[in-house]
């Protein structure tokens, strides 16, 4: 097995405290020593050699992601260290799983890690399209540049192209129009009828400003319940406090909840508070201006330790709206307002003045609260002096902030419990039910456009001359090509899944939407070609468009690259390492803790 110095100086991470600890352990010197003195040179690939290598990482992911497109496209299985192995269809877990042993071609795994991981985080779905595109843009551009063409110029050309395309896509998207519509997105995003349904349902219920979480459900049934909630667009300070790793959240189930507007960078602040919740065992969650220092590594270490369950966000908003917004959060979660000005301060803090809630979900850049309904009487009258303010507002700015509180503190919050016979199905399930929330969410933003790839097959022939017009130099016609080239794949895909040639099936739409219109496609499901628009088999332009933009962004990179470094892999006996583990956990073992 090979480690790199990265994950050998994880393991230091390994140890068990029953106590909230402040301090931080130092190895002794004899462990410094033992994990230096093992440091090896930089690898160092330049030209075709390190643009190759990055290559065939980006092949082997992208060659895994491939096969799940489309409603005919495969699983794929991944093993786990403990428990069962996972069957999925989710373009980005497949791609954060692999893992390469040689150095280089990890690298370039990483990039299409990356834009996958952007395509998800923006859009929410899209992410097995946006691998195929990189795929293409890259494999095509590393033939040009063989060829003589200039990096630099085909990097331009690219992502010339890629605005032009993404500002065909926003004109000719088409607004959402009802609840059809959203169910025809679910649907495909989903690949389940009843999915489909189930969340158009909430989607109908909660409306545009409200949310929708996915949980797990004892029985073998999926169900849905609604109820009052808020949602915050911040998201954890630090990773370290995530607990579910495969969906990179944090959950905490009948937590407290800390409200204040002051920056917490000194652990003794806030230590008395912490200890109390030692002892009650009762989760946190601490919603301040900012959290850092030494304050953090406290948090993030009895976290990891299981000392204490505790999740830090900033406050949402800025300047003097992130006082009004932690004001609301205080409110509808019965908190007290911690701030000097109001004569409190955070080591005054006693358990009583902290909020509670049902259930609190934080991910990267968005928190929902579960509220537990104690406090609707201070929240309507919240609400019912927002509307005044809003009313009296000398700004059109000034009334829409008012009614974006009013629709967080009101919106409410649908909860889909997923049911299942096995946990593997249990798990794929969620993913494809989170895949299809975030797609609607996209839809509303920015419309839909006819799926299967339809839509990119018909601009690439569309737009060809406008793109190509754009250009300024050879080299730069040239990056136009390779985007409209790649602009074929995903159609392709999606046949090529379904067992028919990917080529016939492209052509063969350019041949209808030139003779019927935008809109005409090929169902893969049904196996005929039709108005996709009419039969419902819809995807969100903003998924269409990141998979677009995140594609051209690292594809341009990888052809502009003339140099990679990566790190030489260390290679341990089982006896190094069973030495390193025993090393590592005496030095943690000597920090100091307090009970």
């Keep these: 097995m090979k480690w790199t110095l990265a994950t050998v100086a994880a393991l230091a991470c390994t140890n068990n405290v029953s106590a909230f600890t402040v301090g931080t352990s130092r190895p002794s010197a004899s462990v410094r020593l033992q994990t230096t003195t093992s440091l090896e040179a930089k690898k160092v690939s330049f030209k075709e050699d390190s643009r190759r290598a990055l290559v065939r990482g980006i092949n082997k992911v992208a060659d895994a992601v491939r096969v799940t497109l489309g409603p005919k496209g495969r699983n794929v299985v991944l093993e786990r260290n403990y428990g069962a192995p996972e069957i999925v269809n989710d373009g980005v877990t497949i791609a954060r799983e692999i893992s390469l042993r040689d150095p280089e071609e990890n690298v370039g795994a ?28 890259v494999n095509n551009g590393m033939r040009s540049v063989t060829a003589g063409c200039s990096p630099v110029g085909l990097n331009r050309g690219i992502r010339k192209a890629a605005g032009i395309v993404s500002a065909e896509i926003r004109a000719l998207a088409k607004e959402v129009s009802g609840i059809e519509d959203l169910k025809n997105v679910a649907t495909i995003a989903s690949g389940s009828i009843e999915m489909g349904r189930i969340i158009a349902q909430a989607a109908d219920k909660v409306g545009s400003t409200g949310s929708t979480v996915v949980e797990e459900s004892q029985t073998l049934v999926d169900e849905i319940e609604f109820t009052e909630g808020l949602t915050i667009d911040r998201g954890y300070i630090s990773p370290y406090f995530v607990k579910d790793q495969e969906r990179q959240i944090a959950e905490l189930i009948n937590p407290k909840i800390l409200v204040t507007d002051a920056k917490i960078d000194n652990v003794n602040e806030i230590v008395p508070l912490l200890e109390m919740l030692v002892k009650t065992k009762d989760p946190l969650l601490i919603i301040a201006d900012d959290v850092s220092g030494e304050a953090l590594s406290a948090l993030v270490v009895n976290k990891m330790r299981g000392v204490l369950d505790v999740v830090a966000i900033k406050a949402p908003g800025f300047g003097n709206r992130r006082r009004e917004y932690t004001q609301d959060i205080a409110i509808a979660t019965g908190a007290s307002f911690v701030a000097e000005e109001l004569g409190i301060t955070l080591d005054s ?98 419309g839909i456009v006819p799926g299967g790839g339809s839509c990119l097959a018909y601009l690439q022939y569309a737009i060809k001359d406008k793109v190509l017009g754009a250009m300024d130099n050879e080299d730069e016609i040239q990056g136009g090509n390779i985007m409209l080239s790649a602009m074929g794949f995903p159609a392709m895909q999606v046949a090529e899944n379904a067992g028919i040639e990917g080529a016939v099936v492209l052509a063969k739409i350019q041949e209808l939407t030139q003779e019927k219109g935008f809109g005409w496609g090929w169902d893969a499901q049904a196996s005929e070609y039709c108005d996709l628009m009419e039969r419902g088999i819809i995807d969100p332009a903003k998924v269409t468009i990141n998979a677009i933009e995140n594609s051209a962004s690292v594809a341009g990179l990888v052809l502009t690259t003339e140099c990679l470094v990566t790190e030489i892999p260390i290679n341990l006996s089982e006896e190094d390492k069973q030495r390193l583990f025993d090393q590592q956990a005496m030095a943690a073992g000597m920090g100091a803790g307090i009970a």
């Excluded at 509307?387 to 889909?416: F, M, P």
């Design 110 to 137: 990483r990039l299409i890690q990356e834009v996958a991981s952007k395509s998800d985080s923006k859009a929410g779905d899209g992410t097995t399209t946006s691998a195929i595109m990189t795929q293409a843009l």
């Design 349 to 446: 803090v006693t358990i009583d003045m902290l909020g509670t809630a049902d259930r609190i979900v934080v991910a990267k850049e968005q928190t929902t609260i579960v509220t537990d309904g104690k406090q609707q009487e201070s929240v309507d009258a919240r609400i019912a002096q927002l509307q005044r303010e809003a009313d009296n507002a000398e700004t059109d700015y000034d009334k829409e902030k008012c009614t974006e509180r009013i629709a967080s503190l009101g919106g409410g919050i649908a909860r889909i419990k997923v049911g299942a016979a096995t946990e593997t199905e249990l798990k794929d399930k969620k993913l494809r039910y989170e895949d299809a929330l975030n797609s609607v969410q996209s839809a509303r933003e920015l």
